[in-house]
């Protein structure tokens, strides 16, 4: 069973695309390569993502790509992925709270726009 990945949109736009659209084009291409192999491949959805410690709802990836090392968060949602945002991972293997609090506040307006009573 393929998963579909799919970008959280506010009223101001999607910040994971405008993430995406600010890195040069082979990491992009890299990362959005990764994004489709999710979609194909149940294993690589299950091997690419951790728990976050601090909240058990979202997931990480990270993508490498030369000395840099990208995060993206996100969390699962009936059989999507929902991607929320990415960033550049510099100097701290653990996620901040700041991060942590956007990704939370975005997957909470995501249920609310789906009508999802889950949202906390």
Not at 92 to 97: H, Q, S, T, V, Y
């Amino acid at each position: 069973m393929n998963r579909t990945v799919v970008f959280y949109r506010a009223a101001s736009g999607c910040p994971f695309e405008n993430f995406l659209d600010s890195l040069p084009g082979r990491i992009a291409k890299k990362i959005t390569w990764l994004l489709a192999a999710i979609e194909e491949l149940e294993t690589v959805a299950e091997l690419c993502f951790r728990r976050v410690r601090l909240h058990e709802d979202i997931q990480e990836c990270y993508v490498s790509y030369g000395d840099a090392v990208f995060r993206i968060l996100c969390f699962f949602y009936k059989r999507d992925i929902v991607i929320l945002w990415g960033g550049l991972c510099v100097k701290f293997p653990d996620i901040l709270e700041e991060q942590l609090n956007r990704a939370i506040r975005y997957r909470n307006d995501f249920l609310l726009q789906k009508g999802s009573v889950w949202a906390t």
